[in-house]
């Protein structure tokens, strides 16, 4: 097969990998929200979502897009600003802190 031959999908397979997942992980983050007040008033969601996540763990090929889509909101989750409890009064962990999460993100990343 030529790579003139190839379809668009097919040469934009591997920026689909990364970017589809990001995607992903980054709606289901920022619309945190929506979706847990979507559940509240829906009880019957969570199980029929326990359901299909249980399915995606079985089959291989899905299980591989899950966890890459987990990792990257690790990632994600990594660099939003957390504040420490105040019973921390660590100074170099506080200093710390924005490297360990960015090291954290790189990591989740490339994992």
């Known amino acids: ?7 668009a999908f097919e040469r934009n397979k591997p920026v689909l990998r990364i970017v589809l997942p990001a995607a ?4 289901a983050i920022y619309g945190e929200p929506y979706l847990s007040a979507f559940a509240r008033s829906r009880p ?3 199980p029929i979502v326990m359901f299909v996540l249980m399915g995606i ?4 090929r899905l299980r591989r897009w899950l966890i890459v889509t987990l990792c ?7 660099l939003r600003p957390v504040a420490l409890p ?3 009064h660590y ?6 802190y924005p490297y360990i999460g960015a090291a954290i993100a790189i990591l989740a990343s490339f994992a």
């Not at 992903?24 to 709606?27: G, H, N, T, V």
């Not at 100074?91 to 710390?96: G, P």
């Open 44 to 46: 019957g969601v969570l």
């Open 1 to 7: 097969m030529t790579r003139a031959s190839k379809s």
């Open 57 to 60: 763990v079985i089959a291989p």
């Open 86 to 88: 105040p019973s921390i």
């Open 24 to 27: 992903i992980a980054a709606l």
């Open 91 to 96: 100074m170099w962990l506080e200093n710390a």
């Open 72 to 78: 990257f909101g690790v990632a994600l989750l990594a």
